[in-house]
């Protein structure tokens, strides 16, 4: 009897109960509608607030998340779906409202459907649970941390000369100072030399590779420069890290940026541009030993940087041997030696001498005397050759006289008032404070507003 009374039942399960059910598709079928229309509402609303969220971080200027564009997206096809279903032309045929008769092949099809859509809805309002729409994007590299055109990056856009691809000397250098990067054992690493030579654009190259490599998440540029503004230092580095400040103080700042930096799973590349006299690390908030953490620093000065900064490895970046001074002078004046006489290749030739191989020089002067006269040629010979009336001695004097070559090679009085500005202003200042100080000088001639300048 018990085995009969356990047959019976299964039986039941497997007859009765799908039939109850699917009759009662046919006898909830103004319920199954109702409610899957109440419960698309509900969904319509969550996508609301979803996208007001997103609407405001993007204006923020942030990213949205991976899960909520999803989110989105799949919201938006359930709602197509939905509208298909909600529209559709056997609701008619289905309701006894209509109809003395309802096609209840169409009322058990549609009160199945929407039962079923419900349920999707509802489980999707459920996944809506995210801790955040957005974040912040953190920057692969940069130079500034300002929010307008700074005067280096507008001298940047002005054109930079991209010679590590055509000099083989600072090929192998940005090599070896590879190979530093990527040693467990060095943290800290200087290059120096000369003003002019080229340290920075060898860092720059350097950092662009490493991060193309894949050597570090975030990779953080910074100059220094003779002064150095400590709290700016730490805002730049807070910045390409994601992190807002809270503390007023250096100190609060310093143990905050101590706290993000010493966090193990990122790899990250401090470079300290120009470096004129020790920097307190520890002020800053940059922890001396950490197993992620690598600092490139550049100085003039090699004791700066193996005696104060206590540098594990140290670069002298030369100046460039005569073949590739040759080639980079020629490529910037656009020279072509075998079109000129032999009195115009002859004083091309001490022009480039004059540079002293330091990149800056050469590419000044280059650039001043694309497609000038032999006249113009042989008179900038005279000057490059001519002492200053400066104490500045040795290479400082090639830069010098090449950057006076260029400055009265200025078309006229106005283009040579704003060289000076760039002068007296730093290379971080905004392009817009040069138009104002310009404007406020009266440089500009029958030009009364900024809009014109």
């Not at 120096?192 to 950092?207: D, Y």
């Not at 090699?302 to 980079?328: C, R, Y």
Request: glycine fraction near 4%; charge should be negative.
């Amino acid at each position: 009897m018990e085995f009969l009374s356990l047959v019976v039942g299964k039986l039941l399960d497997y007859t009765v109960a799908p039939i109850t059910k699917q009759v009662g598709y046919l006898i909830f079928y103004h319920s199954n509608v109702k409610e899957l229309r109440e419960e698309a509402e509900a969904l319509q609303r969550e996508r609301e607030r979803v996208q007001h969220a997103v609407d405001t971080a993007v204006r923020n200027g942030e990213l949205i998340e991976g899960d909520v564009k999803k989110w989105l997206e799949e919201v938006d096809e359930i709602s197509l779906e939905f509208d298909e279903l909600n529209k559709d032309e056997r609701h008619a045929n289905a309701d006894c409202s209509t109809r003395p008769f309802p096609n209840f092949c169409f009322r058990h099809k549609l009160s199945r459907r929407s039962k079923k859509m419900k349920v999707v809805i509802a489980e999707t309002i459920a996944r809506r649970n995210f801790d955040r729409v957005s974040y912040r994007e953190v920057p692969k590299l940069t130079r500034l941390t300002s929010s307008e055109f700074t005067l280096k990056e507008f001298t940047k856009e002005l054109g930079e000369p991209k010679i590590f691809s055509k000099l083989g000397s600072r090929v192998s250098e940005q090599n070896d100072i590879m190979k530093a990067l990527e040693d467990p054992m060095v943290q800290t690493i200087g290059v120096h030399g000369l003003p002019g030579v080229g340290k920075t654009t060898l860092v720059e190259a350097v950092a662009k590779k490493a991060q193309k490599h894949g050597l570090f998440d975030v990779v953080v540029l910074l100059k220094v420069t003779q002064n150095p503004d400590l709290e700016k230092i730490q805002l730049q580095i807070a910045d390409m890290l994601g992190l807002k400040f809270e503390e007023q103080s250096l100190i609060g700042r310093a143990c905050r940026l101590r706290h993000r930096l010493n966090l193990n799973h990122e790899r990250i590349l401090i470079i300290l541009d120009d470096i004129w006299r020790e920097l307190n690390m520890d002020e800053i908030g940059i922890p001396c030993v950490h197993e992620g953490l690598k600092i490139l620093m550049t100085s003039r000065s090699q004791g700066i940087l193996s005696d104060k900064m206590n540098t594990h490895v140290n670069f002298l970046l030369q100046v460039l041997p005569w073949v590739e001074a040759w080639k980079l002078f020629m490529d910037k004046a656009q020279f072509d030696e075998s079109a000129v006489s032999g009195e115009f290749l002859s004083i091309a030739t001490q022009v480039v001498k004059e540079c002293a191989g330091l990149p800056m020089a050469i590419v000044i002067v280059a650039t001043a005397l694309k497609n000038k006269s032999l006249f113009e040629w042989k008179d900038t010979l005279r000057q490059l050759q001519s002492p200053t009336l400066t104490n500045i001695t040795g290479e400082q004097n090639q830069i010098y006289n090449a950057i006076k070559v260029s400055y009265d090679r200025l078309e006229n009085e106005l283009l040579k008032s704003i060289f000076l500005l760039f002068g007296v202003m730093q290379s971080n200042s905004l392009i817009t404070d040069l138009f104002n100080v310009s404007v406020g000088l009266g440089l500009f001639k029958d030009i009364y507003n900024l809009e014109e300048a």
